[in-house]
């Protein structure tokens, strides 16, 4: 089994789900955009969902990466929150077919367990934020918010990503995920750090 194969496959599913949004993906019509047949497909791919599995695993390995480095890099927690957002919008943009999985609209009708793969890929970003938050609120000599305020906190944060991604999806890649998010950025940062 060849990795270059593996690689194609997926760089043409990703192109694949990008130039034909809002669409259904076969794996015949896969097969001939690769330029094999389907039984060779399936000789580097047991299934479709192998296919998603692999570009989630690159999904995990770039985005949590990248934010592994914010973290050892940066101190503040509304620029380690600014960047974690942003290195998720500037994923999705440069990545718009894996934005269609992120989003879930192309799992539709594909095993659950992408569904929740998807899921915890979104639950992880949230658990960090909520870390980041937590870590100031401690460090913080203003009167400290409840837990329920930062979990809050951070699930606004992490929604407002999603909306961000799903409004760049569902405009066929037309209405850019990060063109608004340094002002949201502003208004949300307000908000969550100001002191009172």
């Given amino acids: 089994m060849s990795a270059g194969r593996k690689q194609q496959i997926l760089e043409v599913l990703a192109r694949e789900l990008e130039s034909k949004p809002g669409l259904r993906l076969t794996t015949a019509s896969l097969a001939q955009a690769v330029g094999v047949s389907e039984a060779a497909l399936y000789r580097h ?33 509304p620029t380690r929150c600014a960047q974690i957002g942003s290195v998720l919008l ?3 943009e440069r990545n718009p077919g894996i934005a ?33 938050l937590r870590e100031a609120v401690a460090s913080s000599t203003r009167p400290q918010p409840d837990r329920a305020t930062v979990n809050a906190a951070a699930n606004l944060v992490t929604a407002v990503i999603i909306g961000r991604i799903g409004l760049f999806v569902r405009s066929s890649f037309r209405l850019s995920p990060t063109a608004l998010w340094d002002d949201q950025w502003a208004m949300l940062e307000r908000a969550l750090f100001s002191v009172n």
């Fill in 45 to 77: 791919f047991p299934s479709k969902a192998k296919m998603f599995d692999a570009l989630i695993d690159f999904a995990e390995n770039a985005v949590f990466g990248l934010i592994a480095t914010i973290l050892a890099e940066q101190i503040s927690a």
């Fill in 90 to 92: 500037q994923f999705a």
């Fill in 100 to 132: 269609r999985i992120l989003i879930g609209d192309i799992l539709l009708g594909e095993h659950e367990r992408l569904r929740a793969r998807v899921a915890q890929f979104f639950e992880r970003i949230e658990a960090q934020l909520r870390q980041i």
